[in-house]
């Protein structure tokens, strides 16, 4: 997995230096909480309901890859996976897919971007569980990050998902970038 990692890197900085554009690797982690599920919450009962932590509110870590590359206007398009696991719950998981599109300024060191994220996401709260509830998600996010080196920077990004359970992220990056300073 690695070795195909640093060939796509290789071979996107390859291509860069040929045109010109601007290629991104990102590697990250991500803290993501999760609201309660009320729509599905019995407010009276004859019984003990069993818990179902799928309706239950929680919080989630997850590591964070990233491939972008600089469109035309100060755009840029790219493709996003995470994995990770569901605090407190030791056989859960999170995965997700997405595409990314966005828009960024650099006022001097500092980039700033926004940009909308939309793929689909996994949880599974429990081993053998009868299926893994998915979702097509979009999630609107802003970014900020520093220039460390011409072709290193730091940043962070905060998001919400837009469905009905509310879904927010925080997360901390390090990306390596093809050109110096994108230019």
């Known amino acids: ?29 991500n803290t993501r909480h999760f609201t309660p599920d009320r729509e ?21 870590m997850t590591m964070s890859l990233r491939f972008t590359g600089r469109t035309r206007y100060n755009t840029y398009l790219g493709v996003e996976g995470e994995a990770g696991k ?3 719950l030791s056989e859960s998981n999170i ?8 828009a960024r300024g650099q006022l001097g060191r500092l980039r700033l971007a926004a940009e909308l994220v939309a793929g ?6 429990e081993f053998g569980a009868r299926s893994d509830p998915s ?3 979009m999630e609107p996010r802003v970014r900020g990050d520093l220039w460390v080196a011409s072709q290193f920077s730091i940043g962070g990004a905060v998001g919400s998902t837009l469905s009905d359970r509310a879904v ?3 997360g901390l990056y390090i ?9």
Not at 95 to 102: I, K, L
């Open 95 to 102: 995965a997700g897919a997405y595409g990314v599109a966005g």
């Open 168 to 170: 927010w992220m925080a």
């Open 175 to 183: 990306t390596f970038h093809s050109n110096p300073f994108d230019r």
């Open 86 to 88: 569901m605090i407190g």
């Open 40 to 60: 599905n919450v019995a407010f009276r009962t004859t019984t003990d309901p069993s818990p179902d932590p799928s309706l239950e509110g929680g919080n989630g």
């Open 1 to 29: 997995m690695l070795r195909a990692i640093g060939l796509v890197c290789l071979l996107a900085s390859t291509a860069a230096a040929d045109d010109s554009r601007a290629f991104h690797f990102e590697v990250g982690v």
């Open 120 to 125: 689909k996401r996994w949880v599974r709260y």
């Open 135 to 137: 979702a097509m998600i």
